[in-house]
T-cell receptor, first 118, second 111 residues
Framework: DTAVSQTPKYLVTQMGNDKSIKCEQNLGHDTMYWYKQDSKKFLKIMFSYNNKELIINETVPNRFSPKSPDKAHLNLHINSLELGDSAVYFC?????????????????FGEGSRLTVL | TQLLEQSPQFLSIQEGENLTVYCNSSSVFSSLQWYRQEPGEGPVLLVTVVTGGEVKKLKRLTFQFGDARKDSSLHITAAQPGDTGLYLCAGERVSNYQLIWGAGTKLIIKP
């Protein structure tokens, strides 16, 4: 059973379109994240949710909107896609119960969703 | 901005050689994590170091946290092709435990 699963794994779309990426974790974790990994492999945090509440919202354009219907799911919707949005998007979860939690919390990552905007 | 500088960015060596990857910062971290990422997959945690001066070993991999908890190193002894991958370090901010990521070291071990 995959611990953190993302769909779709690959997404190719035209500029200006709207798309969503879904994430589900079966680890029973209370905290979930969205990361963006660019072509240089740099990981940048976008959002973090703790018990369905938005905790971290880095300087991400308003076109990106996360949604957490329950603790096991964190989806990412992107409006009006731009060329610069092309990247691999990773969902992750951690066992932090109450934010910010104790130090040393491990992140469990999904396999990533490669988004290509043409 | 709290930065975590990772070096080298790229390393290609022959099987059997030793290597060291470094993560350096001017800031103190409450812990430092090392992850390994293979193509088409997400990063997977290798180790977490928490105490200044701490050394942890994972088979041929040795991880060290600096005494001042500002830097860390990963040493691989007798590298094997299976060690090939992207190695990422991530430091945990003292103030809020948010992770600060290094830019990664792409390691290729040639048979």
């Amino acid at each position: 059973d995959t611990a953190v699963s993302q769909t779709p794994k690959y997404l190719v779309t035209q500029m200006g379109n709207d798309k969503s990426i879904k994430c589900e974790q079966n680890l029973g974790h209370d905290t979930m994240y969205w990361y963006k990994q660019d072509s240089k492999k740099f990981l940048k945090i976008m959002f973090s949710y703790n018990n369905k509440e938005l905790i971290i919202n880095e300087t991400v354009p308003n076109r990106f909107s996360p949604k957490s219907p329950d603790k096991a799911h964190l989806n990412l919707h992107i409006n009006s896609l731009e060329l610069g949005d092309s990247a691999v998007y990773f969902c992750a979860s951690s066992p932090i119960e109450v934010w910010p939690g104790p130090p040393g919390g491990e992140l469990f990552f999904g396999e990533g969703s490669r988004l290509t905007v043409l | 901005t709290q930065l975590l500088e990772q070096s080298p960015q790229f390393l290609s060596i022959q099987e059997g050689e030793n290597l060291t990857v470094y993560c350096n910062s001017s800031s103190v971290f409450s812990s430092l994590q090392w992850y390994r990422q293979e193509p088409g997959e997400g990063p997977v945690l290798l180790v977490t170091v928490v105490t200044g001066g701490e050394v942890k070993k994972l088979k041929r991999l040795t991880f060290q946290f600096g005494d001042a908890r500002k830097d860390s190193s990963l040493h691989i002894t007798a590298a094997q092709p299976g060690d090939t991958g992207l190695y990422l370090c991530a430091g945990e901010r003292v103030s809020n435990y948010q992770l600060i990521w290094g830019a990664g070291t792409k390691l290729i071990i040639k048979p």
